[in-house]
Structure formats: C-alpha cells, structure tokens
C-alpha cells in the first residue's frame, strides 16, 4: 500500500458507469467520479440563490455578484448504476466522490459577437468552499456597467466558469526518458511562443512529438499489465500530466483559465539538469476539470423569466471629502454552527503629514450574503491601505465567546474575507436531499457536544471545530427502521454524505453454509418485501455464494430463513454486511461462559471451540501482566508482551463450566484458528486522538503471541504511566485479525487488563 491508495486513477476508467469514474489506486473496488456539472444552489423556498447589487453615485459606478454554486457528479445514478453491475458481474464497487483541492470561480459576459467583459476577477476558492460555493465577489466600475446591461437583456450570455484541480494517479505506460526540462523548455517556447498559453493537449502533442524518439521501453509496474501498442495521443498525454507543473503553471484569467490552458514557463525559470521520467512507475499528478454555468439564465429559468427579485440598485448621496465607505464582504461557506454575530475589523496606519493618526473601522455582517460596510475618514484623496480580519461571537459550551482572526493586508475600498480568515478551522458537512429524506446527521465533539445537526431545513453546515473538540465526528441516525452510522471527521475541509457514499449502500455479498446437509435456504435484502430468492445446499455443494443489493445503507444487511419443502421457517434478524462474511444456516446453538461464546466441532465429536477473545497482556512467570516501562532521564523504554489466546487456568474453566450445562460428554476446547494480521499498542493524550506506539503481529500459532517495544516521547510516556496507575482511556491493545466468519477488530483497555492484578 501506497500514500496513492484511494486516488483516481487515470489508467483505470470505469466506462460502463455513467459520467466521469474511476478506479480507485490499489483499490480496485472504489470508484471515484470526478464533479461534471455546475448549478445554482437553491435556498430553502426553492429560489435560486443569486444576488447582483449595482451601486451609483457620485463616484464611479461598482457593484457586487452574491451567489450559490453547487458543483456536483451523478453520484446516485453510478451508484444504482454500480449496483445493477454487481449483480450481473460479481464485481463488488464503493463509489464517492473525488477529493477536490481547489478552485479558481469567474463570471465573463459575450457583449457582441468577439467581445468578451470579465464580470469578475478570479476567485480562488479552498476545499471547504467546493461543492456548495456561496461566493461573493465585487464589480469594478466597468464590470458593473456592463451588468447593468446584462440584467435587462436576456440575450446577452454569461458564462461562470470553475476550474477544479484534484490529484490522481497518472496512467502507466511502459517507456521511460530522460529529459532535460530546460532544454524542453527551449524547445516547447521556439514551438509554441514564449510563455504561450497552451491546453493539456495542446502540451501532450508538443512532447509527444519532442520526446518520441527518446523514449525507451521500461517494465510495467507492480499490478499493471503491457497493454497493446502504445498511441502517440496516450504517451503524449502521460509525458503533459507528469512534466506539466515543471514547464507550465495555472494562469489565474478568465482568458486562459475558462479554457483549462496553462502558460509555458520561460525557459529561464526552468532549472536545467537530468530528470528521469518513467512512465511505467505510478506518480501523483495534478489534474484539471472545467464545469460551467449561465447563471443568469439559470436564474432567469427558476424565477419565471425574470432577474427582478435578484438585482438590487443602490444610489449613494455624495460624500465630503476624505470621507470613504469600505465594503466589507465575506465568502463562508453557510450556515456556521453556532454563529451569533460576524464583524470584520479595519485599521488604518498613520499617514502623515496629512493623517497623524491611526484609523478604525468596523461592521457587522449579517447574513445571508455576510456584507457591511463602514465609512472612514482619510486625507483627501487617500485611498484604504491596511488590514482587517473577521471577529465571530460564537454559541460554545460556557457561554457565548468572541474569537478574532487573523490580519491581513486590505489595500481597496472592497475587502473580501474567507474562511482562511475566519478565527476557527471550518469543516464543511453537506447532507443531500436524498439522505435527509432518510435520516438526520449530527457532528459531534469528543466530549459528546452537538455541534451541528443537518435535516431537510439545514442540508448544510460549516462546524468551527475547537482543538479541544477533537477527534469529533458525524452520527446519521434513521427517521425510520435501521442502523446508525458513525463517520470520522478527521481532519477534512469537506464531508459530503452521499447516499450512495455510505458505508453498506450497493451491490453484498456472502457466504451461505450448512454443517449438515442437504439445506435450502431463502434469503432478501433487509427491509425488502420482494419475494425471496433461494438456494439449495447439498453434499457437493455444502456452501454457495449469495449476492444482494442494499438501496439504503441504513438495512444494508439480509434476512435468511430455512425451508423444508412448503415449509419455511421464521426469518433470521438482520445480518451486517462484512467482508469474506460466512452465514452457517444449521448452525449449533452456542453455550456462553464469561462472554466466551463456543461451539462443538463437527469435525470432532467431544471438541467445542471457541473464538479467542483477546487480545490480553501475557502474565510472566510470577504471575504479573508483561508490561514494563523503563525511565532513564528524559528516555522512556516500554516493553509488552501479548496474546490473544485465553491462559490455561481460563480455558479450564471453561471446560468445567462446558461439562456443567452442555449435553454429552465434552472432551476438549480450543480456540478457532485465526490469523492475526497486526497487534498495536496505542496511546491516547487527555485532549488527542489515538495513536499507535508499537506495533507488530503475532507468532502465527495459539496462543498467538506478540512482544512489542518501543521508545516514548513524554507524551506516551504520560499516558503509559496513567494506565498503569489504572486511569482507562489512555492505552489500548488493538488486535486486528480474520476470523472464521470474516475479519474483526478488538480494543482492550490496558487499564481494564491490569485491574484484577492490582
């Protein structure tokens, strides 16, 4: 596994699903759809959610564009489409949506048959933004004049253009080169122009065409096949995709980036010097995806034809003078939880000899398009030149709290603020109308705070999260029958809760097995009233393979019953999805002794098993958990020593309780083989996340053993000592392992394991 698992891959795509998929890297089963559409998001009556506001007066004419974009993919058709697949084919596939890093939004205008106005200046908008992009941006004196215009005419086209970047994994081919990116440089310039603007075809036909006959063969990669000849489109395009950020870079300008083109770099910018480039070898690259929106036509379409309730005309008296009004705006994404009231701050240096002293300015911004503005009082012909910052008045847990951000520079009588500035790291969650039509979401803190919730009024939020209210995370609860999901928030900008993204959504598979056949058994998916469907086990067949299709991630799992004949008996309760899941339809009735469930051996009459519940602190000679830890100044050494297994003295036990209250004579328990694929030790600070100290697996034989060591940094030493002096919650055993009936993760508090032996 790699730190490119999980990203699209270009070599993979997924054709027979609908829009732009992908595979996932070294995930076969993870398909990733690229965002293809642009709209105007919509606010809770239904009215799209745009705003243009143009401004006169005595001075020059300027105005602002307030909207809403919503930037998505046909996530529920590939799901249903993914599904429909699965059970045709077998191939079991996740979908989610690509992970997007930025964006850079502009709006142009068609004024004529060539001439072409830029509304608005390139924003670049974080990942928080992306998906629902509540922008607000300012029109300079021209651009609001030819507004004016665009209102009136509805046959004046204007164009919102999004340029979104996202990483992938570049397609493999087997060719290596090695270049010189100066001399391409050169080369490229002589060809197209010094810093020429230029697509990611226009780039990949230029090196095609340079580097053809450089190119040596080189041998696939671990996973990757030869394929047939290689064309000179897809070499051209693997060369562009891996040397573009070295010979080019993003031109920020409705110009060039409405097109997605790039400008070469000058060839002095381009270090010379040998760059190996192996094609066949996997690399993170870089990748653009351009989606575009009329949004005055759109606007226009959802409010009966008309712009009338989404412009709005302002005259401002005259001013004396020195006297200036600063436009405060700020691009959040809405609505922030917990949010009483948002004010951005001005301040102004002296300036003298005409201004001695220092200015301030502040103003409130009330939503919903979080504008203010505020009038200061300069030299006569002075222009604003300072910094701002936003300050928020947050609903916390003591009480309400004021929290400021940072400064930073404001040169313009128009400050725009964004989510950089606000004084909290912001984490955008975003419920679809498809889920809140299901369930409702909650994020909550590590102490157990509803931060935020999201139903069908509230489908989106941005949650100002606190180092203290983390590791937080997202609990979806059903309105109606099923199961709760829990989401980490980690660390994202963005959680979007498709449905069709959720954990158990699409295509399941299982096992069906009997001890002692021949078996029928039926079986549907959970919370279906279709007829069910059937299999028949027998001595040639004692186990099959079932599939299923789970339309809600809520009753993800199925129901299976016995038939005899006519006869069938009552349905089983819901079982999960897992992975490698094995269902035993005559399964012997387990007897339970101190949580240990066993069972008997078909294959050994007077033998019972049972699934080892570890994992354990192994004792020592003398009886002791085998847990040390060693101080020497300011090192830390801790050693532990584990097992999965029960100790002798349990199992005993357990037969001796086995021979009590089961029928027959039991000889003999053993534990089930397992195969235990990693035991860590994982310590907790009082405020942080878990994090692993040491890690290993197991001797492969009962009682499965694992030595751990490792050196502490204070923190794990703090935690250890906790533990040690029985404070739970700051050490845990992890024991990761594939079990009979699928894999299983089990956490043992070290406090808990040390409690009978102090």
């Not at 949506?97 to 670049?124: F, H, I, K, S, W």
């Not at 090196?207 to 450089?214: D, P, Q, R, V």
């Not at 830390?636 to 005993?652: G, H, I, K, M, S």
Request: proline letters at 11%.
């Amino acid at each position: 596994m790699t730190i490119l698992r999980g990203l699209p891959d270009l070599g993979a795509p997924l054709v027979s699903l609908p829009g732009t998929v992908f595979r996932g890297y070294e995930d076969s089963g993870l398909a990733i759809a690229l965002p293809d559409r642009l709209d105007l998001e919509r606010a809770a009556d239904g009215t799209p959610v745009l705003l243009v506001t143009l401004v006169r007066g005595e001075q020059e004419p300027y105005g602002r564009i307030e909207a809403g974009f919503a930037i998505g993919s046909p996530l529920s058709e590939i799901g249903e489409a993914a599904a429909r697949q699965a059970e045709k084919q077998g191939e079991l596939l996740r979908v989610a949506a690509a992970d997007l890093r930025g964006g850079v939004l502009e709006v142009t205008a068609r004024l004529g048959p060539v001439a072409e106005e830029v509304l608005t200046p390139p924003v670049e908008l974080a990942p928080d933004l992306l998906t629902r992009a509540r922008v607000s941006v300012a029109l300079a004196p021209r651009a609001a004049v030819a507004a004016a215009r665009l209102v009136e005419d509805a046959t004046l086209p204007v164009t919102a253009t999004l340029r979104l970047t996202l990483r992938a994994v570049a397609p493999r081919l087997p060719l290596a080169t090695t270049v010189d990116p100066h001399e391409i440089a050169v080369r490229l310039a002589a060809r197209f122009g010094a810093q020429a603007a230029l697509t990611v075809e226009d780039l990949a036909g230029g090196l095609g065409e340079l580097l053809a006959g450089s190119l040596t063969p080189s041998a696939p990669g671990p996973g990757d096949e030869a394929g047939g000849p290689v064309t000179d489109e897809a070499r051209g395009r693997a060369l562009a995709l891996r040397l573009k950020e070295i010979l080019a870079r993003p031109e920020v300008s409705a110009q060039v980036s409405a097109q997605g083109r790039y400008l070469l770099r000058h060839p002095d910018e381009v270090l010379p010097g040998q760059e190996r480039v192996d094609l066949a070898v996997p690399a993170a690259v870089l990748v653009d995806r351009v989606v575009t929106l009329d949004p005055f036509a759109a606007a226009r379409a959802l409010s009966g034809g008309t712009l009338d309730r989404h412009v709005r005309r302002v005259t401002t008296p005259p001013l004396p003078a020195g006297h200036v009004v600063v436009e405060f705006a700020a691009n959040l994404p809405e609505p922030v939880a917990g949010l009483l009231a948002l004010l951005a701050d001005l301040r102004i240096p002296p300036a003298p000899p005409l201004r001695p002293q220092p200015v301030t300015a502040g103003a409130a911004l009330d939503g919903p398009g979080r504008t203010g503005t505020a009038g200061v009082v300069l030299a006569a012909g002075e222009e604003p030149s300072g910094e701002a910052r936003l300050r928020a008045l947050l609903d916390l847990p003591g009480g309400p709290a004021e929290v400021a951000g940072p400064w930073r520079p404001a040169s313009d009588r128009h400050v725009l603020l964004g989510p950089a500035d606000f004084p909290l790291p912001l984490t955008v969650v975003r419920a679809p109308a498809e889920l809140t039509r299901l369930a409702t979401a909650e994020v909550v803190t590590a102490d157990g705070r509803v931060a935020a919730r999201l139903d069908g009024a509230t489908p989106m939020t941005a949650v100002p999260l606190r180092p203290e209210d983390l590791p937080a995370r997202v609990v979806i609860r059903p309105t109606g029958p099923g199961r709760v999901i829990e989401l980490p928030l980690g660390g994202r900008d963005r959680l979007d809760l498709d449905l069709v993204t959720l954990p158990g959504y699409g295509a399941q598979r299982a096992t069906i097995a009997c001890r002692k056949p021949p078996v029928r058994v039926e079986w549907r998916a959970e919370g279906a009233d279709d007829p069910p469907r059937s299999v028949r086990l027998d001595r040639d067949r004692p186990a099959a393979e079932i599939r299923w299709i789970a339309t809600s991630p809520f009753q993800p799992g199925l129901v299976w019953r016995v038939a005899d004949g006519d006869q069938a008996g009552p349905w089983s309760a819901p079982v999960a999805p897992a992975e490698r899941l094995v269902i035993v339809a005559d399964e012997a009735k387990p007897i339970v002794v101190n949580g240990v469930e066993m069972r008997p051996d078909d294959a050994e009459p007077g033998v019972w098993t049972y699934l080892p519940p570890g994992p354990f602190l192994e004792l020592g000679q003398d009886g002791r958990p085998a847990i040390g830890l060693i101080e020497a100044g300011a090192t830390a050494f801790l050693q532990v020593t584990t097992r999965l297994d029960l100790p002798e003295a349990a199992r005993a036990a357990l037969l001796g309780e086995l021979r009590r209250r089961a029928s027959g004579e039991p000889e003999r328990v053993r534990p089930a083989p397992v195969a235990v694929r990693r035991v860590a030790l994982e310590a907790r600070p009082p405020d942080g996340a878990w994090a692993p100290v040491a890690e290993g697996t197991s001797s492969g034989l009962p009682p499965w053993t694992t030595a751990l060591a490792a050196t502490l940094d204070p923190g794990q030493a703090a935690a250890v000592k906790a533990a040690l002096s029985g404070t739970r919650g700051r050490l845990r055993l992890v024991g990761e392992l594939d079990a009979p009936a699928g894999p299983e993760i089990r956490v043992r508090d070290v406090a808990d394991l040390l409690e009978p032996t102090r």
